[in-house]
């Protein structure tokens, strides 16, 4: 009888394991960390040449997620011309080694991939594919543009979208010309609803480019659009380009961080442009479960130091 009743309880605790486990795996947590603004030309790109790699300070909290991601505001390539405009960034390829290490997609929705022309920029989106480095808000035409990117970890399926409304909007892709995914608000929305219903993510948050830069908080502007991409289905809303840091808020229990400021890049003398933010999401089917962010100061070279313990941003349960 003893051992009729041991093995009855065995299997009801293997039983119940087993559940467990299915309902683990049913409900899977996937980690994302947003970096902000990503320039690998000029004093950073003469830095990458030279051995350093202005992604070590943060390898350690970067290479604790599960999926990691930039803004790449600047173009990787060799041709092109620069465009007339006060400031141009094009990076050597020699960069793409260092920037698959550290991250696993990037948005090229800003007001710098075009820089040297729509050459240039079909150029990077080659190079990125044959480097096997995912990218979104940007493609070689306006579909592809606008579709987004589907990364899929622990059979959780993650939509990134992109998106730049900061001109000049020549650098907008067209129906048979490359280029980034210009942010009007029609067409945000229904490629949000389109991440959900066409392409079955689970979880999809817009990258935005956005905002006046050196402004310490969100515009109306921002904060009405962040508003409809939420009422729209996002489960977060994350932004860069002013080059500092800006608010960040729960709308409707999801979190809006609506600048992440600088990441790599040099140039600036003010803390306020060297404070960065590196956004970490920890979610689920349900949506965004955890929020926090990391604080780091960008030295004279262009390279990023963590200061400190992350800072969580509260949701509701």
């Not at 100061?297 to 400190?308: K, L």
Request: aromatic content about 8%; glycine content about 8%; some cysteine.
């Amino acid at each position: 009888m003893m051992t009729m009743t041991r093995r009855w309880l065995t299997a009801l605790l293997l039983s119940a394991s087993a559940l467990c486990a299915a309902a683990a795996d049913a409900d899977p947590t996937v980690s994302i960390v947003f970096m902000g603004d990503v320039m690998l030309a000029d004093h950073p790109g003469q830095r990458i040449k030279q051995g350093h790699d202005p992604f070590k300070p943060f390898a350690s909290i970067l290479d604790s997620a599960d999926v990691r991601v930039a803004n790449l505001e600047c173009v990787i390539a060799r041709g092109g011309k620069a465009e007339d405009k006060p400031y141009t960034f094009r990076a050597h390829p020699r960069v793409l080694k260092l920037l698959k290490r550290h991250v696993d997609a990037v948005s090229v929705a800003n007001n710098h991939s075009g820089d040297f022309g729509r050459a240039a920029f079909a150029e990077m989106l080659g190079r990125l594919d044959g480097a096997k480095l995912p990218y979104f808000g940007g493609g070689h035409d306006l579909s592809q543009a606008h579709t987004p990117l589907l990364i899929e970890r622990k059979g959780l399926r993650i939509a990134l979208l992109g998106y730049d409304e900061f001109f000049p909007r020549s650098f907008e892709a067209g129906h048979k010309h490359p280029g980034v995914a210009w942010s009007e608000d029609e067409q945000v929305v229904l490629d949000i609803r389109r991440a959900r219903s066409v392409h079955r993510a689970d979880i999809v948050i817009p990258f935005m480019h956005w905002g006046e830069e050196h402004q310490p908080r969100a515009n109306d502007r921002q904060r009405e659009l962040a508003r409809k991409m939420i009422d729209a289905g996002a489960d977060a809303v994350v932004g860069t380009h002013p080059h500092v840091v800006q608010d960040a808020e729960l709308y409707r229990g999801k979190p809006i961080v609506y600048s992440l400021g600088n990441f790599i890049f040099d140039g600036f003398d003010d803390a306020d442009n060297n404070t960065a933010w590196v956004l970490r999401l920890n979610v689920d089917r349900t949506g965004v479960r955890q929020a926090q962010i990391h604080v780091g100061r960008i030295d004279r070279h262009g390279t990023p130091h963590p200061t400190g313990q992350p800072m969580p941003i509260g949701l509701k349960p």
